[in-house]
């Protein structure tokens, strides 16, 4: 089986990356010879990639084919061996108690060995403790112990004291530093946490599902994770240092917009796209996860307890926001097209770029890891990834910024200079006739010698002022008939007409002059 399904090596990634660099460096250097400036070619820099990648994405997603994730079947229930338990990360006081129950509901067929819990924080406060913590703790713990008796077990409330961050009292590292401390607790370490439920009932649990207060499941979605992770090709496979070598510690699956809050609205039924579930999605083909084996993690998924421990000793205290993005990296992150969560989205544009300002900042944190090598390559392309996705915006408007300024300059100095292109167009006429030797007179019998000239390509001077502006503007510097009759103050059929009885005539004149 590991041969027939072996992992897509390093050369893939190397081969994916030198073509996005070669075609976006080649993208510049065009650019470069278009504009012939320097400043605006590396000002394009990262919209071009953008394009680039988009490109190449899209030609390589036409010859893909999806590859879902083998998984163990399930409908009989989650054996022992792949106790699980289920959790809500999420601030007391801010989350719907119910949502357990709910979950409970939509994974009635996993069995016993499935838990779920509420993996608590107290809201962030000036003091360690408030008059209030005690009502919001005496709630969910009535909650949480109804659950029990109506169910016979299986439900959990894990909450931890609020510790000082340099600014006020919150819970240590919030998400990231309470899934630590639960993963502590499922390996027989010390742990932090205080639980509300049958101690016992955890031991042997083996993985940790976790999930956002406001995220939703679909029914048989947490089973096919659990099958999932138990199938022997994604079993990870620790190395040295604890962390895997192969198969997969981390699996999400795919997140997709409620339907409810995505048209909640005006912003949201703008940005969020269509809610609700698409069945067609589970065949599709993710580019990361079906040409290099790396399918990341978004934060929402199932893990391996031990090898998030493990991970966790790599990672800094206190200096990582985005710490999903580097979790998938260290413990080989799969993606699972075919099981899908529902998530909410922000009604309201401030609460929107509030989350994007965490991811940006995130993604600016895990900047660091781009250099080490203990990373595997398109991982550590990944995380440069996400930094072109934080500048594709300012860097854009900067350019169309510059751009915009550019063209007023331009304007603003013709009108206080007072320059026309009529008469740039008569000085470059009158180059013409200068760089022209001089007619010689015609003294045959045809024609008195005091007669004037006839009317010809070497004797503009015959022409009207205007015309001969009119002929320069079309044929030297390529202004059409519209542009030139609005640069005169005429008509546009007059143009035509006046033009039409000079020598040359009323289609474009080309090689009669020369701007040089």
Sequence with gaps: GFLLFSPPGEVRAAIYIAALTGLTLFSCLLAYSLLGDFLAAALLLVPLWSLVKG???????????????????????VPEEGKTI??????????????????????????KHLAFGLLADLPAADTETTSNDDALIEEAKRTVNALNEKYGGGFYLFLRPRSFDGEGYSGFERKRGALTELAKLLCGEDSALRIIGDRNALRGTRYIISLDADTRVFPGSLGRLIGAALHPLNVPVPGPEGLPVSGHAVIHPRIETELESAGATDFALIFAGPGGSDPYGGLSTELYMDAFGSGGFAGKGILDAEMLLRCGEKLPTGRVLSHD??????????????????????????QYFKRLHRWVRGDWQNAPWIFKRELP??????????LRRSLLAPVTFTAMLLGLCCVLLCGCRVRLTGARPEEDAL????????????????????????????????????IRKDMRAAIVLRDVQGFSYDEIARILEANVGTIKSRISLTPFGPGPASGRFSST
Excluded: W
């Design 55 to 77: 490109f190449v994405d899209f030609l390589l997603l036409r010859f893909l084919r999806p590859q879902p994730l083998p998984r163990l079947d399930l409908s009989a229930g």
């Design 86 to 111: 289920c959790v809500l990360s999420a601030l007391l006081g801010c989350v719907e108690l119910e949502r357990l129950e709910q979950l409970r509901l939509a994974s009635r067929h996993e069995g």
């Design 427 to 462: 000085r470059a006429l009158a180059g013409t006739e200068e760089a022209a030797p001089a007619a010689t007179p015609d003294t045959g019998e045809g024609r008195p010698e005091d007669a004037p000239p006839r009317a010809d390509a070497s004797a503009p001077e015959d």
């Design 377 to 386: 390559l398109i991982d550590r392309f990944r995380l440069l990834d996400s």
């Design 325 to 350: 993005a580097l979790e998938g990296a260290y413990l080989r992150g799969a993606y699972m097209s075919d099981a899908n969560l529902v998530d909410a989205f922000p009604a309201k544009p401030l």
